[in-house]
């Protein structure tokens, strides 16, 4: 199916906040400053979604899928089983280099954003169960899995950052060299 010259302006303002987004944060922003931001109208905004909520919530979500496709990516690349439990976990270190402590802050204050990163932290969780249990069919998957959905939950909440410094890409790439040692012990 071809893609209208309308889903493809979507398309295109949709990645173009979630840059602004990573960066700036959103709760602060108001439709008036994103479409300054962007040089475009408010209504062009409007296409994205009908308010300023959706908005909001559609840009998560698409930063959330598109965050999801390259880490899966990643994974396919990797060689043997072991790497690609460490590839995943690296890999999600990666997408979320690029967010900012605004938008952490932002994502945890607005709770319909905050449900979109606990629902795909919980599937990131699942994941790595299931990559341990194919890496080490003698592991304990489901503890491995537990304990990084128990941590992967302590990023997002930022208990790992007050009490380590880490942001949340550096606790997701030390989690993948725990991860990875364990399962070589």
Do not use: W
Request: glycine share 4%; aromatic share 6%; with cysteine.
């Amino acid at each position: 199916m071809t893609e209208t010259r309308a889903e493809r302006r979507r398309a295109e303002l949709v990645e173009r906040l979630i840059e602004v987004f990573l960066d700036r944060g959103f709760a602060g922003l108001s439709v008036a400053e994103l479409a300054a931001v962007l040089r475009c109208s408010k209504s062009t905004l409007y296409a994205v979604a009908a308010s300023r909520e959706q908005i909001i919530v559609t840009v998560v979500r698409a930063f959330f899928r598109r965050a999801t496709e390259r880490v899966e990516a990643v994974v396919d690349a990797s060689a043997g089983p072991r790497e690609r439990v460490g590839a995943y976990l690296r890999a999600i270190s990666a997408e979320l280099a690029p967010a900012s402590p605004a938008f952490f802050a932002d994502l945890d204050a607005f709770p319909p954003a905050r449900e979109i990163y606990k629902r795909n932290t919980l599937i990131a969780a699942r994941r790595v169960q299931a990559l341990v249990r194919e890496a080490a069919p003698g592991a304990d998957a489901e503890f491995v899995g537990a304990v990084a959905g128990q941590v992967m939950e302590s990023i997002h909440r930022g208990e790992i950052k007050a009490q380590t410094g880490l942001d949340d890409s550096a606790a997701y790439a030390a989690l993948a060299a725990l991860i990875v040692a364990r399962m070589a012990a």
